[in-house]
């Protein structure tokens, strides 16, 4: 791909952001898009051209179209938000997305999912396994891939649990009074991975795929995150309830078509 072409990132938060700033390490054009006016300007310090554009199931605000004129790729990485008694329609909001796209010629799409879209009880998955999601996000997330793989020349990116220096599950689940299954292995991936996995698919061209995101390194849950609070100076956490869940993501294809060597490993 010639590193003049433009990419478009929706989303340029935690993951969007230090993405973008590594595209333009590589010499590729950057567009950024945020919800928010203040955050406009700090896109703009890092020489990512700033978009306003918000995103409901009912239209899309904003600088949609100036965003995706003469775009080569892009990345939707705008996870749902489903929590509580959220009414929001998030597979709606990734086919306006998908259909703006498709009317101003944006083929090439990377779209950030989940392990959500498989079950808790699915065992050991890899990139043959069937989708069978147990929750309202994996439903919504599975359903909103299949809407933009059929609208778009898509690559689907279901990344685990995302870990970096200042976001780890340990620091939530250390406060709480029970957590569940100690003995269930851990599908995380660490967020230098992440941007380096997106960017190799968009060096290499890798379209029309689906990858799994996940480290290849499972520990069970109890041996990992309490080795991590005593590493953290953090109380350790009160594992009850040893059921049946067992998900465990792997995925060689990252390293074999991707031909990708994992950056942190072992988390």
Known sequence: MNQKNKIGIIGCGWLGLPLAKL?????????????????????????????????????????IILFLKNLDVLVINI???MRGDSKIDYSRKIELLAIQAKEQSVNKIIFVSSTSVYGSNQGKIDFSTEPNPTSKNGFEILKSEKI????????????????????????????????????????????????????????????????????????SKIDYYNNKCEELGLKKINFIN?????????????????NYTFIQPQL
């Not at 300007?41 to 605000?61: G, H, M, N, R, V």
């Not at 939530?172 to 992440?194: G, Q, W």
């Not at 040893?242 to 991707?258: A, F, G």
């Open 242 to 258: 040893n059921n049946s869940i067992n998900k465990e993501v792997t995925d060689s294809k990252i390293q074999t078509e991707l």
């Open 79 to 81: 996870p749902p938000n």
């Open 23 to 63: 595209l333009i390490e590589k010499n590729y054009s950057v567009k950024g898009s945020s919800t928010s006016k203040e955050k406009l300007k700090e896109l703009e310090s890092f020489k990512i051209a700033p978009y306003l554009i918000e995103i409901t199931d009912k239209e899309i605000k904003g600088e």
């Open 148 to 219: 933009i793989s059929k609208k778009n020349k898509c690559t689907v990116i279901r990344f685990g649990g995302l870990i970096g220096k200042s976001r780890h599950p340990v620091y939530s689940l250390s406060k709480k009074k029970e957590v569940l299954n100690p003995k269930a292995p851990i599908n995380l991936i660490h967020l230098k991975d992440c941007i380096q996995i997106i960017y190799t698919i968009i060096k290499m061209e890798a379209w029309g795929k689906t990858y799994l995101g996940v480290s290849p390194y499972h520990p």
